[in-house]
């Protein structure tokens, strides 16, 4: 007789299941709960999920094929020296599994995105496409009012869609929906760092990923829900070597690469995720001009990626080591995917503070579909064992 899954393994198991499943089966069993709901996708980083919300839609998080698609029809339409991501999403909406949805949104990521929402509103002429442009400039009359006036924008266009107005206090109680989604990511980060051997990476990954599925609300609550039954639960405590890793903010890497570095003997104390959900830094005021508030959050308390532009060269280097020092790592993993421009075009600036700080490094590059984790998991291995003999010295 089989025992039954511990609350672990049920949290697991479910998220494990909307990770697999590339027709979005959860998407359209929430449509079909209330006739006339509609869904928005969005490609990474990062999107104001709000104004989706307050729509009374259900924002979808796309975040390619992974290792799971073949991709046939996709590498038609992109030259040989670009990322994957795009091949494999114009693959799955090719192929009828994004058409539970009623739109997509490309954020300002990198001229390939931007390319790509170009190319869906040829290739899908009945779907809402919008180009989410961010600020360039950071001063709140300028960058800010700039990115209100695009923010109203989409604000019109989802009303046009659902039929309805978008009212300030439907923006407002969104905001706060996201706030406390924010607030229990934090938490399990907190709770990663300070006991990543209970909270294994691989899991965190997949708890995050059903964020990209998952209604917010429910989404928090399973979040907090896992922080509980994990810490209900003993797991071994190894001499780990705890790291961040860095430049995986977009074509996301396979889950056999995140388990392949923890096998190798490392924590991963803070990395750059699913960055939508942790863009926005801190409570976000849900009592106020909404548009305003999220403009304000975004130029000034907001993550720091290569997808962000940055004015201060300066500055590279600065959140990295913040993340660093706070989750106390002990070394930082460039993990960038083949031929990201922006991730690939920052790590030499980051590795020279880094270096300066005398914070150990290492890089390697993958794609979405990499299969041969052997060589990750040596360098990742080399990589532990040289901290820890290090700190030994």
């Not at 795009?86 to 001229?111: A, K, N, Q, V």
Request: hydrophobic share 40%; charged share 25%; glycine share 6%.
């Amino acid at each position: 007789m089989m025992s039954a899954l511990s609350p672990v393994q049920q949290i697991l198991e479910r998220c494990q299941t909307l990770f697999d499943d590339l027709h979005f089966n959860a998407v359209k069993e929430w449509k079909a709960a209330v006739p006339g709901r509609k869904a928005i996708g969005y490609m990474p980083v990062y999107v104001p999920r709000e104004i989706i919300h307050a729509a009374g839609m259900l924002p979808v998080g796309i975040l390619g094929g992974g290792d799971q698609l073949e991709v046939i029809q996709g590498d038609a339409y992109y030259q040989s020296y670009i990322c994957r991501i795009p091949r494999s999403t114009i693959e799955m909406g090719l192929t009828g599994r994004l058409d539970c949805l009623e739109g997509m949104l490309f954020p300002s990521i990198c001229d390939v995105i931007r390319n790509l929402s170009g190319m869906w509103q040829i290739l899908f002429k009945d779907k809402y496409v919008r180009y989410i442009d961010v600020p360039q400039n950071y001063e709140d009359e300028i960058g800010g009012k700039f990115y209100i006036e695009e923010m109203q924008i989409l604000r019109e266009d989802l009303a046009r869609l659902s039929g309805k107005p978008i009212t300030d206090d439907a923006l407002n109680a969104s905001i706060a929906v996201y706030n406390e989604n924010r607030a229990a990511l934090r938490e399990l980060y907190a709770y990663r760092a300070a006991k990543p051997w209970q909270a294994p990476t691989s899991e965190v990954y997949l708890l995050q990923r059903a964020g990209m599925i998952l209604p917010p609300e429910e989404h928090t609550r399973l979040v907090r829900d896992y922080i509980v039954a994990t810490d209900a639960v003993t797991r071994p405590k190894r001499d780990n070597a705890r790291v961040v890793i860095n430049g995986t903010f977009c074509e996301q890497p396979p889950l056999t690469l995140i388990k392949s570095i923890e096998m190798a003997g490392c924590y991963v104390v803070d990395d750059d995720f699913m960055l939508v959900g942790r863009w926005l830094l801190d409570h976000v005021p849900a009592d106020g001009n909404p548009l305003q508030e999220l403009s304000k959050a975004f130029l000034h308390r907001s993550a720091t990626t290569a997808a962000k532009y940055d004015t201060t060269r300066e500055q590279k280097g600065v959140f990295l080591m913040k993340q660093v020092k706070t989750m106390g790592a002990e070394g930082v993993i460039f993990a960038a995917p083949s031929f990201c421009d922006p991730a690939l075009l920052e790590r030499p600036m980051l590795q020279d503070v880094l270096t300066q700080h005398k914070i150990p490094h290492t890089a390697f590059k993958y794609a979405e579909n990499t299969g041969q984790m052997a060589p990750i998991r040596e360098q990742a291995g080399t990589f532990a064992d040289s901290i820890k003999l290090w700190n030994a010295a």
